[in-house]
């Protein structure tokens, strides 16, 4: 099993950065890679960032490329998403996610095995 844990979410003005992080415990050596997710207010949860966990290799939404960075430490076991140029439209709840092999579509929920809690983040016009 795998834990992940989501911090640094919060209010920011549209144009602002907000960095998030999700760490994870457990078998963490089992992870082929991870994502991050976002769900807005009545809309399905959709996919945001994915990296993998030894290549490092990363892909992104087309919403969010240019503004959004995925990165990894893999010695603290932490994922990050630096978001720059915030949008009001980027507010939802963002959720971080694992995937322990390379099975089905990275762009899909169904892909990953382990979530976190989530954490807010809401930009403001």
């Known amino acids: 099993q795998v834990q992940l844990v989501e911090s640094g979410g919060g209010l920011v003005q549209a144009g602002g950065s907000l960095r998030l992080s999700c760490a994870a415990s457990?078998?963490?050596?089992?992870?082929?890679?991870m994502g991050w997710f976002r769900q807005a207010g009545g809309k399905e949860r959709e996919f945001v960032a994915h990296?993998?966990?030894?290549?490092?290799?990363?892909y992104y939404a087309d919403s969010v490329k240019g503004r959004f960075t995925i990165s990894r430490d893999n010695a603290k076991n932490t994922m990050y998403l630096q978001m720059n140029s915030l949008k009001p439209e980027d507010t939802a709840v963002y959720y971080c996610?694992?995937?322990?092999?390379?099975?089905?579509?990275?762009?899909?929920?169904?892909?990953?095995?382990?979530w976190g809690q989530g954490t807010q983040v809401t930009v403001s016009s």
């Open positions: 990296i993998t966990w030894r290549g490092g290799i990363t």
């Open positions: 996610a694992a995937r322990s092999s390379v099975r089905g579509t990275l762009y899909s929920t169904v892909a990953y095995d382990y």
């Open positions: 457990g078998r963490t050596f089992s992870l082929y890679a």
